[in-house]
């Protein structure tokens, strides 16, 4: 076992006890198994739900143990730092430009902006540049401080549910690659739809689950809630969203707020089972024999190797 943690770099199990929920979706507790290991062959299992689709952690952890994993755990597995680096602020950067290219003809001039999951802060450094009223929230203490002092935003540092916006209401709403961080996507999507004013639009991208790279490629313990397009969709018709074609890609998605909740929005009957088709398609024992986790790990030691003695004689 110390062996694989030397050459696997996330290799580093976390026990925890985590407890038997429905889906968050459907609220259906029929399910099937897709894998018992994460990225980095860590015991982690993950089910499909048989009646939609939307895959979880089981059991889910807990509040405490999601904050547990984050603290201990966490940075190793993202080999982040406290702070952006040069690298996530360009690339964050380059994507919110992309994203706000559309997204900013969308609202009225100098609307609000509210950015779920803000991360360094550049879409909202971006929004503001654009002339809208920004603010953010983030649960990153050392990400938010960075986006207020680099770009002048306000960032909350807080659980998005536990916010008290005051009653102000917004143009747009942006989420990227933070709902798979949730144990209870659905409230916070009915909590999006609360605070956008009529006709108000929300962007969000997840990972795309459809999009699998290996059999456990997927799959981490952080993210607690695996969607794919149709998964998402779904879930934002019984929120009360109405989907927008023209500007979604995957599962990048824009909403529009509608009313009220669509009562047919069990819009994808035939999709758990595709879906539960293509993971059964590749195993993972096709995925160890095809050499490509063995070619990546030995990389990855040459790399340290090179590293260590760089650091020795310099
Ligand atoms: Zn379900």
Redesign the pocket.
């Known amino acids: 076992m110390s062996f694989l943690s030397k050459i696997v770099p996330g290799y580093r199990p976390f026990h925890y006890v985590g407890e038997k929920i429905?889906?968050?979706?459907?609220?259906?507790r029929?399910k099937s198994v897709l894998s018992t290991r994460d990225r980095w062959l860590n015991p982690l299992t993950n089910v499909i739900?048989?009646?939609?689709?939307?895959i979880r952690v089981d059991p889910m952890p807990t509040d405490a143990e999601l904050e547990r994993y984050y603290t201990d755990h966490y940075r190793l597995h993202y080999q982040s730092t406290l702070e952006p680096t040069p690298k996530s602020i360009s690339r964050g950067t380059k994507g919110a430009r992309s994203r706000l290219a559309y997204l900013s003809t969308m609202i009225k001039p100098g609307g609000r902006v509210l950015d779920i999951g803000a991360g360094g802060g550049e879409f909202l450094a971006e929004a503001k540049r654009l002339g809208f009223e920004v603010e953010g929230v983030e649960p990153s203490v050392g990400f938010a401080r960075y986006a207020e002092r680099t770009y002048g935003v306000q960032v909350r540092v807080a659980p998005l549910m536990k916010i008290d916006f005051g009653g102000r209401k917004f143009d747009l709403i942006h989420s990227f690659h933070v709902f798979e961080h949730l144990r209870d996507p659905m409230a916070s999507m009915k909590l999006v739809h609360s605070l956008l004013v009529p006709g108000g639009f929300f962007y969000i991208a997840v990972p795309d689950m459809a999009e699998k790279r290996t059999p456990t490629g997927m799959f981490h313990f952080a993210h607690v809630h695996g969607f794919t397009f149709e998964?998402l969709r779904m879930m934002a018709a019984k929120a009360g969203f109405e989907w927008m074609p023209n500007t979604s890609r995957g599962a990048a998605i824009v909403l529009k707020r509608a009313e009220a909740p669509d009562p047919n929005w069990f819009l994808f009957p035939d999709h758990?089972r595709k879906l539960e088709q293509k993971f059964r398609a590749s195993s993972l024992t096709k995925h160890l024999l095809s050499g490509d986790p063995y070619r990546r790990a030995w990389l990855r030691l040459k790399r340290k190797i090179a590293e260590r003695k760089l650091t020795k004689t310099g």
Do not use: D, F, R
């Open positions: 429905a889906c968050n979706l459907c609220c259906s029929e739900c048989t009646h939609c689709g939307l998964t758990a």
